[in-house]
């Protein structure tokens, strides 16, 4: 049997389990006794990063970069420290290539908006995998349609992965940026991204990475990848919801126009002047910041380290082979893709004649929270040839043993009211 990481603890003889650092597994309502599988749509946050958000809001709120007293400094000081804690976690050149954003969504219509309107023009190519999440497919496919450019999908294999030949096939001189998934949400199948963007990069086109689901199950290093733009979300890796990261390099990042302004974006302004930019990252985030929700990424960031990414891989590796086995003793049930292969916390699998949503609502009958359907990637089930899937996903709290209630619960799963022609049976 695996359990959960187990962590040191300052006073505690031996390592306790990790899961006493999640309050929310011990919660009462809706949480009560839940076995939680659906990491990647959000992870549950540690005590740590709840009290670094508390901590803040109790000992330094203010508005930063602009006011001049001792609790705007503070704050300020916070900020700042934050931004450098991600820098050195994520391996980027300087604190200053790293961007707060919304999350993943928000970091990749930032560059969509910004170097994607100054890239791509009429007859120009965007290209992406055929793997994509809605959040990396949708601003390029709207740039495209507003620049007159072509959307260029690379074709996922029947194992639903992209092969380096296909992504080096389909990269003509037309294609300005390409945009790929560090990992699939849908069957957590890993791109070689260092691989992909050293092929795009020497084509001349712009290569922006998807890491919302990669930052939670592996140490990323942008220097080492070297993609122009790496975005990702803090709350799919125990940091709080709503805030992320854009990665980008120095040359890169100094060239792009801001994307929203406002306060904190110039030097000054007069109605009689042109407008003057402070330089980046300030350029690119127009308003207040997420200051508390910096503080508590930073945070997600140094829990991870602590626990260590050999153990976290170790542990998903795990869990992960055993999921797949398991499943596999079970008729009907069948894995999709090949997650044992890299593993990264997730299987996805179909169960034959159910429709996902009858599977997930089973198992939320049996107290166990995934995710079914297709996952905000509707045109990869379409190439899988599927309807959806149900999706198990692993974070560092999770057992072998919650695996085996799911299988349990798998063995009396019957038919129910879905069916392919329910309204709602794409949309999710
Ligand atoms: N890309 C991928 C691969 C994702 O899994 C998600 C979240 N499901 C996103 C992008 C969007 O992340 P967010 O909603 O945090 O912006």
Redesign the pocket.
């Known amino acids: 049997m695996l359990d959960a990481l187990t962590v040191e603890k300052h006073g505690a003889e031996t390592p306790v389990s990790i899961r006493e650092d999640f309050p929310i597994l011990s919660g009462t309502g809706a949480a009560a006794g839940a076995v939680y599988l659906d990491n990647?749509?959000?992870t549950h946050k540690p005590t740590p990063v709840l009290d670094a958000i508390v901590d803040y809001y109790t000992t330094a709120n203010s508005n930063v970069g602009r006011g001049y007293h001792r609790l705007a400094f503070a704050a300020t000081d916070r900020f700042d420290q934050a931004r450098r804690t991600v820098a050195s976690a994520i391996g980027a050149g300087s604190p200053d290539e790293v961007v707060f954003t919304?999350?993943?969504?928000?970091?990749?219509n930032l560059v969509a908006a910004t170097a994607g309107a100054e890239l791509v023009g009429p007859g120009d190519q965007v290209l992406i995998t055929g793997m994509?999440?809605?959040?990396?497919l949708l601003p390029w496919r709207r740039l495209c349609e507003e620049r007159g450019a072509e959307l260029v999908v690379v074709p996922v294999g029947p194992d639903g992965a992209t092969s380096l030949e296909a992504f080096d096939a389909a990269l003509g001189d037309r294609v300005r940026i390409a945009a790929i998934?560090?990992?699939?949400?849908v069957l957590g199948t890993v791109n070689p991204v260092r691989e992909m963007t050293a092929l795009a990069r020497r084509r001349g086109a712009v290569v922006v990475v998807?890491g919302?689901?990669a930052v939670a199950h592996r140490p990323v290093d942008v220097a080492g990848i070297g993609a122009d733009f790496y975005?990702f979300?803090a709350?799919?890796m125990y940091g709080p919801?709503g805030v992320?990261v854009l990665h980008g390099r120095s040359e890169r990042l100094a060239d792009l126009p801001p994307y929203r302004v406002g306060g904190g974006t110039v030097k000054g302004v007069r109605f009689d002047e042109p407008v003057s930019y402070v330089p980046t990252p300030a350029r690119l985030e127009a308003g207040t910041p997420d200051v508390a929700g910096a503080v508590g990424l930073a945070a997600a960031f140094d829990y991870l380290r602590r626990l260590g990414f050999e153990q976290v891989r170790r542990h998903d590796a795990e869990l992960v082979r055993y999921a797949v086995s398991a499943l596999g003793e079970i008729g009907g049930v069948r894995v999709v893709g090949a997650p044992e292969r890299d593993p990264s916390g997730i299987v996805s699998f179909v169960v034959d004649g159910i429709h996902p949503y009858d599977v997930g609502g089973y198992l939320d009958q049996h107290g166990i929270a995934v995710r079914c359907g297709v996952?905000?990637?509707s045109t990869f089930l379409d190439a899988l040839g599927l309807l959806g899937t149900v999706r198990l996903s692993f974070g560092v709290y999770n057992t072998t043993e919650e695996v085996d209630e799911v299988c349990r619960a798998l063995r009396s799963v019957r038919p129910g009211t879905w069916t392919a022609e329910h309204p709602n049976a794409r949309f999710l």
């Open positions: 990647a749509a959000t919304g999350g993943t969504t928000d970091g990749v994509e999440h809605n959040s990396n998934s560090h990992v699939s949400n998807d919302a689901q975005c979300s709350h799919k919801q992320g996952h905000c990637a």
